[in-house]
């Protein structure tokens, strides 16, 4: 089946069977994809169908680009979480890394390193790397994992420390001057009395989300942000 030959009556019935999936209990509180799922489930025509997916141009190596749509409709267990973590600004790659130093210095924490360069095009690349971030110490560093991470593996007996997340963000400058973003994060905390070391484990995207979303208020856009 080509592309053009599938209707209103299809897109709809497979987001259903995916949010039927996904959302075994029903779709109970607001979550970050809440309004995307309402503007679904009121939506009449393909027009308004395509309102919950999002454009945009992805580059290869500065030369080929291809346009992209996705919907973030998330899932009961894990809203927030994603393939990648990805934005393009229509905004100066200055104004983009700016806005990265602000935004992980709005949640107290340190950069670790940071480095931009000029390709062959004359283009910007850059990496800025977080130093780990602490959101929890002690007693509560378990019960934040669990608010953070994907199965985090349960230690009988263990003592943690902290609960640490870092990011990892790239840049790159498009040819019409709009800058790409992507953002990889990882949690982690040490564990005292058990096993004496630094355990790592998987982000469920809640605070890449909540980066983007804050980086997008630091660049004077419309942006949802869910946490401090």
């Not at 997340?165 to 709009?178: P, S, T, V």
């Amino acid at each position: 089946m080509k592309f053009d030959q599938i209707t209103f009556e299809i897109f709809k019935k497979a987001i259903e069977i995916y949010l039927k999936i996904a959302y075994p209990n029903g779709v109970k509180e607001k979550s970050f994809c809440y309004q995307n799922i309402l503007n679904f489930n009121n939506s009449k025509n393909i027009s308004e169908l395509f309102s919950i997916f999002e454009k945009e141009t992805i580059s290869y190596e500065g030369t080929r680009k291809k346009i992209k749509y996705s919907a973030r409709l998330g899932s009961e267990k894990y809203p927030y979480l994603k393939e990648k973590y990805e934005y393009t600004f229509q905004k100066g790659f200055d104004e983009v890394w700016e806005a990265v130093l602000k935004s992980i210095e709005e949640i107290e924490c340190q950069i670790m390193q940071k480095n931009s360069r000029q390709d062959d095009n004359g283009l910007y690349r850059g990496k800025i790397e977080s130093d780990f971030c602490i959101f929890a110490i002690g007693d509560t560093a378990w019960q934040n994992f669990k608010y953070y991470a994907i199965e985090p593996p349960f230690i009988r007996g263990g003592v943690w420390v902290s609960g640490r997340f870092q990011y990892k963000f790239i840049l790159r400058e498009e040819e019409n001057g709009d800058t790409y973003v992507r953002i990889i994060g990882e949690v982690s905390g040490f564990e005292i009395h058990v096993t004496n070391k630094v355990h790592f484990f998987k982000s469920n995207g809640f605070k890449e989300t909540m980066m983007l979303e804050r980086l997008k208020k630091n660049l004077g856009l419309p942006y949802e942000l869910k946490e401090g």
